[in-house]
């Protein structure tokens, strides 16, 4: 006989599910265009059930980001342990892409979608301002606009592109190689030979 689940690990399960769920009605309608009777209805549970995890649309969207997000802070944090400017770069623009190519249902929604760049900013400006530290880190701490605005188009570029319906048909380790390729040209790094 099967041991029946503890009411704890069911209950992450199905927070699992609905975030999951979450994402792809995102991707299907947008975050303005999904209700949460949507959300009720694709996981064949009452919206009482939704709202037993979270309250708000917002919060559903902020924590179908946040794994992404906390992923971010991880990158910018270990970039801030390397010596050398160039390893700092590197290591960022490393880590987006990873990141970018690891989400690419999130990184479409985010490239196509308000609400969801909405929840990603302030969810950003709360975790102590992580998209600065990876300007900085990229930048070198340069106030040279030009370098600001390289490091921006690098972050942004990077997280539209990986997420562009029209980019689909990429294998996962060719955008990532032509993300990177990329990234490394807007920011003046070296090509790397493989």
Request: contains cysteine; proline residues 4%; charged residues 25%.
């Amino acid at each position: 006989m099967t041991p029946v689940p503890p009411a704890a690990a069911r209950a992450g399960d199905t927070r699992d599910r609905l975030l999951a769920t979450a994402l792809e009605l995102f991707a299907q309608h947008g975050v303005e265009g999904t209700s949460l009777q949507m959300i009720a209805d694709a996981l064949g549970v009452t919206k009482a059930a939704v709202y037993y995890h979270f309250k708000t649309k917002d919060e559903i969207t902020e924590a179908v980001a946040e794994p992404a997000l906390r992923q971010l802070g991880t990158i910018a944090r270990e970039a801030t342990t390397l010596r050398r400017r160039g390893a700092q770069v590197d290591h960022v623009l490393a880590g987006i892409v990873e990141l970018v190519v690891g989400h690419r249902a999130l990184a479409a929604v985010f490239s196509s979608d308000p609400g969801v760049a909405r929840a990603l900013e302030r969810t950003l400006h709360e975790e102590g301002n992580v998209k600065e530290c990876l300007t900085d880190l990229l930048c070198g701490g340069d106030s040279d606009p030009a370098a600001k605005v390289a490091a921006h188009v690098a972050m942004l570029g990077i997280a539209l592109a990986g997420g562009s319906p029209g980019l689909d048909s990429l294998t996962d380790d060719e955008l990532r190689r032509h993300l990177m390729e990329a990234g490394r040209r807007l920011l003046g790094r070296p090509r790397r030979r493989d």
